[in-house]
């Protein structure tokens, strides 16, 4: 069946009556006709060349919509007898609704994006196909893949899709500035100090340049600080919030600390993004944790010259997968789940691995093609991303569980009272950890 019974867990209310009618109709009559089981490659002794055409549903940019036409094109070469529409759906909030949508409808896309935090959501409920036979029959290399990026699309050992759109967060830094200053990036947390002394200038009471800024508007975020700093999201059974531990809680303390300071700018509210590249870009902030698919716009747009440094770390060292993968529907016809299969493995194959991302502006996601002479050309032109792919297998996936859009909206609010109204994120924090645990219990 596509999904699980328990549809509360990511229907939106006005969907719930309909979707719940299409999955009675649906487990009536078991596998629907033309469809194959769950994860159920058909051998291909005879490739069958029969015509047929499948939809993919995007949330690809402007600005991506040249390298995807091209991409389709060549695939169109390699399998004339598969016709590929590409749909956009809106960014990702508005294709994921419209995926809900197709499911309670019974017509869904062959082929989708999702973005990275929300793939557990659709998988628990079965609305992707289990790649690992397709993956099995065909002998994919998933060692080219690095590490973390292959987990963000697996989920509970059965493998979804791969990386297409990937990015993760990084901090761009004001080189120019911080040379001249005599001081680099700082690595661990304890050298956060030293740097924010050095570089946070003040007139008085008011910073005139904050030492750095962490997006409060994205637990993606500030997920990593907690990590980093020895604490956790969930308890180890994943039953419960540990936010409200001493590990954890390091991390809104140090963001108390040094905001009270004057030497971190905690971006959130309306227009905060916009807000927070600008004042970078003036020289008001001399390093932005931001997403790596901006370095480009960055680089364009900057009077200085422009570092990238990963995230600092205490106890570890990480930083989150961000952006989009490509998954089958499960609710596709069986010829448009080989079709489907064939234009997942071709989109993110290691040849035209660096032209994509080049064109898209986000990662490379082969090994071998980082390490080919065309992604050695790829670092002469984009030397900042070496300080991504030097810490290749730490960029891991976000914490995976089903319910977490919701239960992380409670910590991202204790983080935007503290960006806003300076209100003691201590005590927040363990009234949130407290609605966490209210919001996993139903999916216990």
Same mark, same amino acid.
């Given at each position: ?5 328990? *549809? ?29 089981? &769950? ?232 227009? &905060? ?121 730490? *960029? ?29 994120? *201590? ?18």
């Amino acid at each position: 069946m596509y999904m699980n019974t328990n *549809v509360k867990r990511w229907v939106t209310p006005v969907l719930v009556g309909v979707l719940t009618a299409g999955l009675a109709a649906c487990s009536s009559g078991g596998t629907p006709a033309g469809t194959t089981g &769950a994860g159920a490659a058909p051998a291909e002794a005879k490739p069958d060349t029969t015509p047929v055409t499948i939809q993919y549903w995007h949330a690809h940019a402007e600005a991506q919509l040249a390298g995807l036409n091209d991409r389709i094109e060549e695939f169109k070469k390699k399998y004339p007898h598969i016709t590929v529409e590409p749909v956009y759906q809106g960014a990702y909030g508005d294709l994921h609704k419209k995926l809900q949508a197709a499911v309670a409808a019974g017509d869904v896309p062959a082929v989708t994006n999702v973005e990275v935090a929300s793939l557990p959501n659709f998988a628990d409920g079965g609305v992707f196909a289990d790649l690992t036979s397709w993956i099995k029959r065909d002998k994919t290399d998933l060692n080219d893949f690095s590490k973390g990026m292959l987990q963000a699309y697996a989920y509970n050992g059965k493998q979804y899709g791969f990386p297409l759109i990937v990015s993760t967060s990084v901090f761009v830094y004001n080189k120019t500035l911080l040379d001249e200053l005599g001081v680099k990036p700082p690595q661990t947390w304890s050298e956060i100090e030293a740097f924010n002394q050095k570089v946070t200038k003040k007139e008085g009471d008011k910073t005139t340049r904050y030492a750095f800024s962490v997006p409060g508007w994205d637990t993606w975020y500030y997920d990593p600080w907690i990590v980093n700093g020895g604490g956790k999201i969930l308890t180890g059974d994943m039953k419960k919030s540990a936010m409200d531990t001493p590990e954890s809680l390091r991390f809104i303390e140090n963001f108390k600390k040094w905001k009270q300071e004057g030497s971190m700018h905690i971006g959130y509210g309306k227009g &905060a993004s916009d807000n927070m590249r600008q004042m970078f870009l003036n020289g008001e902030i001399a390093m932005v944790q931001h997403t790596s698919a901006l370095l480009k716009m960055y680089r364009e747009n900057a009077k200085f010259e422009v570092g990238v440094s990963f995230l600092p770390g205490d106890k570890t060292r990480t930083s989150n997968i961000g952006g989009a993968g490509i998954v089958m529907m499960e609710g596709a016809k069986a010829n448009q789940k080989e079709a489907a299969w064939k234009f997942i493995e071709f989109m993110t194959s290691a040849e035209p691995n660096i032209k994509w991302a080049e064109s898209v502006g986000y990662l490379p996601t082969r090994k071998s093609a980082i390490a080919s002479s065309e992604g050695a050309e790829y670092f002469k032109r984009w030397p900042q991303y070496k300080a991504v792919f030097d810490n290749f297998d730490s *960029v891991t996936p976000r914490l995976q569980h089903p319910a977490y859009p919701e239960f992380s909206k409670q910590y991202m609010e204790v983080v935007g009272r503290l960006a806003l109204n300076n209100e003691d994120p *201590v005590p927040l924090m363990k009234e949130a950890s407290q609605k966490m645990n209210d919001v996993l219990k139903d999916y216990e």
